[in-house]
């Protein structure tokens, strides 16, 4: 859009939107600017076809579920997996990190308030006696990883407009945790306005649009807009490891998966877990119609969740989706230019927007009153050559921090970290008590400096003399 100010108002006129600039007249000059700049962020095209299509009388189109299957997967060894194969796997990725070609990527707009945490989620601390943040675990564990291969990784993490000062500045005062500051990279992502339910674009102030993210999905066009993949084909990069920030299991730079992705010659490459019991609220790898999909948990029905294999008595949508992909650069390009039908589909959620009224003052809904749209990552699985699924262990890669208490929780996931740690020292024959859990009745930590997966742990460890006795607050690194 146009950034002259008459020319950006005129634009909302023509396009039914001139209430956005309602108010403009009674606001001093630097409110004003501030009120063009996020006006000019907007594609009224876009929001005139969402609005359309997804404020329909009948609402956003329901979920086609004709031809759906549940979709195949490569299991691990110990699940019937081919060891051979898992081995070539990551001799393949080992090969690509050592020659440059992998770069991480974190998801990490978002707040900690869901944790009753008032920051950035990935300044949030996790670990159980060091208390590390979330960003100082993934930036340890690229460190290692870089180390381990001999080639320094570069990092990309995708911010929002609402915590990137603060991410920034968190990562100056730690000196970027060892981190050259120069592969380390920052870039907002994109923001949409909300809308009320006939269409029109809300106010949060009078003179503030009411944004918001435009979805994990939004990541991929953020890439291409601030310059990453560019950057990416300077450094020789092809592919991108894509894991969000709430997940401090997560192996962020796993070379069998990045050598299953190369192998098989797939565009976006995903990992699974079993689900843990029918209504688990995880999305479901399916196929459809030949392609790979994702279906979110509220749309799958409690029948297919439900239905079981009569041969094995496992649930039959079993896979369920952990928001861990390895990405194709050049795939990432094209679904970020959106031509040829690649364009990632909006999604529609209803939100109590506070707001304005016709005369300026504030109005709290208590009841949804608008529109947020959103993208989801998953949805350009369908899109991509060779979509390909492994199998992961849950505690090896999943123990995200959600919620301040219960399920996927500081605490849970404290004792996730913690299960880890045990079998880790376990499986290279320390002596560690634990319950039939896996959870050690000692306080133990390991830093990804020391081991970031089992192998460099167990690397590290046969270099300790004498091996440390396993007590109450040990801490390796």
Not at 17 to 26: D, E, H, L, P, R
């Amino acid at each position: 859009m146009a950034t002259n100010p008459t020319s950006i108002i005129e634009a909302f006129q023509r396009a039914g939107q001139g209430q956005v600039f309602a108010f403009y007249s009674q606001l001093d000059a630097a409110a004003q600017q501030r009120l063009l700049s996020d006006a000019a962020e907007i594609d009224l095209d876009e929001i005139a076809r969402l609005s359309a299509t997804l404020l329909a009388p009948s609402g956003a189109p329901a979920v086609n579920l004709d031809g759906l299957a549940p979709a195949p997967y490569e299991p691990l060894p110990e699940n019937g997996g081919n060891a051979a194969d898992w081995a070539r796997a990551k001799t393949a990725g080992e090969a690509a990190l050592r020659a440059g070609r992998v770069a991480a990527f974190t998801v990490a707009g978002g707040q900690g308030t869901r944790l009753g945490y008032n920051g950035p989620k990935g300044t949030f601390p996790v670990t159980p006696l060091k208390q590390k943040t979330l960003f100082q675990v993934f930036a340890e564990k690229i460190r290692a990883a870089g180390l381990r291969y001999g080639r320094p990784i570069h990092w990309f993490i995708m911010t929002s407009h609402a915590n990137h000062d603060a991410t920034e500045a968190f990562f100056k005062a730690h000196a970027h945790f060892g981190l050259d500051p120069a592969r380390v990279h920052f870039f907002r992502q994109g923001r949409m306005p909300a809308v009320d339910l006939n269409g029109k674009i809300l106010l949060e102030t009078t003179g503030g649009i009411a944004m918001s993210p435009d979805g994990h999905g939004g990541s991929l066009r953020a890439l291409a807009r601030s310059g990453a993949l560019d950057l990416m084909d300077r450094e020789g990069i092809d592919t991108l490891s894509y894991f969000q920030v709430d997940n401090p299991l997560v192996r962020g730079i796993d070379p069998s998966f990045i050598g299953w992705h190369l192998l098989r010659g797939s565009e976006m490459s995903s990992k699974m877990v079993p689900k843990a019991y029918a209504g688990e609220k995880v999305g479901h790898f399916c196929v459809q119609d030949g392609r790979l999909v994702v279906v979110e948990y509220s749309d799958l029905p409690k029948a297919l969740q439900d239905e079981t294999d009569p041969a094995t008595g496992r649930l039959r949508y079993i896979a369920g989706s952990i928001a861990i992909h390895v990405l194709d650069t050049k795939f990432i390009r094209r679904v970020a230019a959106g031509g040829d039908g690649l364009a990632l589909p909006f999604h529609r959620a209803d939100k109590k927007i506070p707001t304005v009224d016709a005369s300026g003052a504030p109005v709290k809904p208590e009841k949804p009153n608008g529109v947020k749209f959103e993208m989801f990552v998953f949805d350009a699985i369908p899109f991509a050559k060779n979509a390909f699924v492994i199998e992961t262990r849950r505690a090896d890669d999943f123990s995200p921090v959600k919620n301040a208490e219960g399920l996927d929780s500081p605490k849970t996931c404290r004792e996730d970290q913690l299960r880890q740690f045990a079998r880790w020292l376990k499986a290279n024959g320390a002596a560690i008590a634990t319950d039939g859990t896996g959870l050690p009745s000692a306080a133990v930590e390991v830093s990804p400096l020391f081991g970031y997966d089992e192998d460099s742990f167990a690397d590290s460890w046969k270099k300790l003399t004498p091996k440390p006795a396993v007590a109450e607050g040990l801490y390796l690194e």
